[in-house]
T-cell receptor, first 112, second 116 residues
Framework: NAGVTQTPKFQVLKTGQSMTLQCAQD?????MSWYRQDPGMGLRLIHY???????DQGEVPNGYNVSRSTTEDFPLRLLSAAPSQTSVYFC???????????FGPGTRLTVL | GENVEQHPSTLSVQEGDSAVIKCTYS??????FPWYKQELGKRPQLIID?????GEKKDQRIAVTLNKTAKHFSLHITETQPEDSAVYFC???????????????FGSGTQLTVLP
């Protein structure tokens, strides 16, 4: 199993540009989440999904959209990038009957 | 919603000494408390977790203790080694009897440095 994968690993955007961060898992996990990690602030939840077709907002959803058309994929879309969205983004997944959350390798995003 | 506070933000210890990181949570309904280790440039990885029906759990050199009354839990690392140097995150959530769970709320992290 590849586990949780994310692409790209690094990305530089200009203010106002849009892009999609990709996340996929091959463990048939129902739950998937997106976090952003900023220095001194831990991991903050952006959006999450409890299954295909179901998504919900986390702590810091503004400026981000998600969709969950399949169990495997959970892309995160930045509609109009802002410098405040410069961060490291982690995708995570876990099974419905498991406590353990598995993280992807992260995407380091810089918005100029 | 849940709020998790973590202290200290940085911790330096001599190799072989013990390290203790403490977290407090606000929601008395929280019943699942994992700890994650994140090495520089890597993803967070689960190192130990505890449910609220036990007060302590050990795994070799690491242990977690939970005080439900005071709503705090701690990570203890004994006989520290340089490879223990990393950022450690605590988290809290509510897990239902069916296994369903609310999302994790994380603490702000502790940078542990083990000095050789």
């Amino acid at each position: 199993n590849a586990g949780v994968t994310q692409t790209p690993k690094f990305q530089v955007l200009k203010t106002g540009q849009s892009m999609t961060l990709q996340c996929a898992q091959d463990m048939n996990h129902e739950y998937m989440s997106w976090y952003r990690q900023d220095p001194g602030m831990g991991l903050r939840l952006i959006h999450y999904s409890v299954g295909a077709g179901i998504t919900d907002q986390g702590e810091v959803p503004n400026g981000y959209n998600v969709s969950r058309s399949t169990t495997e994929d959970f892309p995160l879309r930045l509609l109009s990038a802002a410098p405040s969205q410069t961060s490291v983004y982690f995708c995570a997944s876990r099974g419905a009957l498991s406590d353990t959350q598995y993280f992807g390798p992260g995407t380091r995003l810089t918005v100029l | 919603g849940e709020n998790v506070e973590q202290h200290p933000s940085t911790l330096s210890v001599q190799e072989g000494d013990s390290a203790v990181i403490k977290c407090t949570y606000s929601d008395s309904a929280s019943n699942y408390f994992p700890w994650y280790k994140q090495e520089l440039g890597k993803r967070p990885q689960l190192i130990i977790d505890i449910r609220s029906n036990v007060g302590e759990k050990k795994d070799q050199r690491i242990a977690v203790t939970l005080n439900k009354t005071a709503k705090h839990f701690s990570l203890h690392i004994t006989e520290t080694q340089p490879e223990d140097s990393a950022v450690y995150f605590c988290a809290a959530s509510i897990v239902g009897s069916s296994g369903s769970a609310r999302q994790l709320t994380f603490g702000s992290g502790t940078q542990l440095t083990v000095l050789p």
